[in-house]
T-cell receptor, first 113, second 113 residues
Framework: DMKVTQMPRYLIKRMGENVLLECGQDMSHETMYWYRQDPGLGLQLIYISYDVDSNSEGDIPKGYRVSRKKREHFSLILDSAKTNQTSVYFC????????????FGKGTRLTVV | GEKVEQHQSTLSVREGDSAVINCTYTDTASSYFPWYKQEAGKSLHFVIDIRSNVDRKQSQRLTVLLDKKAKRFSLHITATQPEDSAIYFCAADHTGGADRLTFGKGTQLIIQP
């Protein structure tokens, strides 16, 4: 069963706390992504990972970092979260560069208070 | 960078009628144009796409038209059904695949009974 799994689904954090969002996929996909979705703004690419330890900034990387130590896992880290990082975060994966099938997870709703 | 504009934030049509959602893009290098559907509270999933080497693609009730001169593409849904109600996102990518998708802001399609 092809799946992108995100944990947790909902998270409330205080400003200044560290946040870890986890993503896993069971398709052995090379490429993984982190997007954020804000009302009226569509999805914006934060980071892309082409494989283990091969990560690249997306359009809005400031305030975020990522980690990919295993092909099936991709983490998004917010060091000292800010209120403007309140958003819905989507992880996605695709077979690799040049492929067009992109599978999205169900999202993590993060609220920073 | 690429900008994708989705001009209708909301579109309401009667069940059985056709719906057309329009998008424009700015980067002439963009060559791949997918559409994604997001139902309420759920993640995005792929519905249809078109590459720049064609100007029309149909899949059942869905048709995508691409006008490269005008840098415009559109999603046409015929014989709309209640399950078509969702937010539809258009996107564009210049990499040949889906590695650097730039999304529009989304169009809420409402199917009225």
């Amino acid at each position: 069963d092809m799946k992108v799994t995100q944990m947790p689904r909902y998270l409330i954090k205080r400003m200044g706390e560290n946040v870890l969002l986890e993503c896993g996929q069971d398709m052995s996909h090379e490429t993984m992504y982190w997007y954020r979705q804000d009302p009226g703004l569509g999805l914006q690419l934060i980071y892309i990972s082409y494989d283990v330890d091969s990560n690249s900034e997306g359009d809005i990387p400031k305030g975020y970092r990522v980690s990919r130590k295993k092909r099936e896992h991709f983490s998004l880290i917010l060091d000292s979260a800010k209120t403007n990082q309140t958003s819905v975060y989507f992880c996605a994966s695709s077979p690799g560069t040049g492929y067009t099938e992109v599978f999205f997870g169900k999202g993590t709703r993060l609220t920073v208070v | 960078g690429e900008k994708v504009e989705q001009h209708q934030s909301t579109l309401s049509v009667r069940e059985g009628d056709s719906a057309v959602i329009n998008c424009t893009y700015t980067d002439t290098a963009s060559s791949y144009f997918p559409w994604y559907k997001q139902e309420a509270g759920k993640s995005l999933h792929f519905v249809i796409d078109i590459r720049s080497n064609v100007d029309r693609k149909q899949s059942q009730r869905l048709t995508v038209l691409l006008d490269k001169k005008a840098k415009r593409f559109s999603l046409h849904i015929t014989a709309t059904q209640p399950e078509d109600s969702a937010i539809y996102f258009c996107a564009a990518d210049h990499t040949g695949g889906a590695d650097r998708l730039t999304f529009g802001k989304g169009t809420q399609l409402i199917i009225q009974p």
